[in-house]
């Protein structure tokens, strides 16, 4: 099995500062698979908890390089729910890199374990009859600091639900529980490791450079 590492994040650096630099990406160091994967963008704070700036990726399998330089750009810069990510901000980022393994329908929607899986779920909206899906990654709800109840109805909001929740509803909804490997990597640390790997530090257009 494919783990998420070191360098499949450093790729998704590289791509972004080539985007801000009009520039091509060094080629990746990490070899080619088959997995769903997500990359997710968090502003570090001084004092504070990480800030989400962008989160997107994909459940079905696709080529990792691929999908992990698409999806590098896709997050930071077209996440709808935040403005795209500047080339100034690139110092004060985090970059995680998920790859998704392990998918089983869960018996009922409280089959899961908080911590452990991320869940994907579907339903039917009962005032519309609409089909609603939405996904949470394994990290979520722990950090959240939800019960498998609370994960759950925030993922019927998330998936665009506004009705009333009951319990019925709750049983009705099918859920796909999976697991991940992951690996964060702060710019400080992608810095010491284009350093360590190709001899100097990066450098982006319009950012001063910082000294690590």
């Given at each position: 099995m494919v783990a998420a590492n070191r360098e499949m994040a450093a790729y998704c650096f590289d791509t972004l500062v080539a985007h801000y630099n009009s520039e091509d990406a060094p080629p990746p160091a990490f070899d080619e698979g088959q997995h769903p994967l997500f990359v997710t963008w968090k502003?570090?704070?001084i004092g504070g908890e990480p800030r989400l700036r962008g989160?997107?990726?994909?459940?079905?399998?696709?080529?990792i390089i691929t999908?992990?330089?698409?999806?590098?750009?896709?997050?930071?810069l077209r996440d709808r729910r935040f403005p795209?990510?500047?080339a100034k901000e690139l110092p004060t980022l985090e970059c995680t890199v998920s790859i998704l393994t392990d998918y089983e329908t869960a018996n009922h929607y409280l089959d899961w374990e908080v911590g452990k899986h991320g869940l994907i779920i579907e339903f039917t909206d009962p005032n519309n009859n609409a089909r609603r899906s939405a996904t949470y990654l394994p990290d979520v709800a722990a950090h959240e600091g939800w019960?498998?109840?609370?994960?759950?109805?925030s993922l019927m909001r998330k998936a665009g639900y506004s009705g009333h929740i009951t319990e019925s509803l709750r049983k009705?909804?099918?859920v796909t529980r999976y697991q991940s490997t992951l690996?964060?990597?702060t710019y400080s640390d992608y810095v010491s490791y284009v350093r360590e790997t190709r001899g100097a530090?990066?450098?982006?257009n319009g950012v001063k450079h910082v000294n690590h």
């Open positions: 502003k570090v704070v989160c997107i990726g994909n459940l079905e399998a696709q080529y999908g992990f330089r698409d999806y590098a750009l896709t997050s930071a795209p990510i500047q019960t498998r109840e609370e994960a759950i109805d009705s909804i099918r690996f964060t990597l530090a990066p450098s982006i």
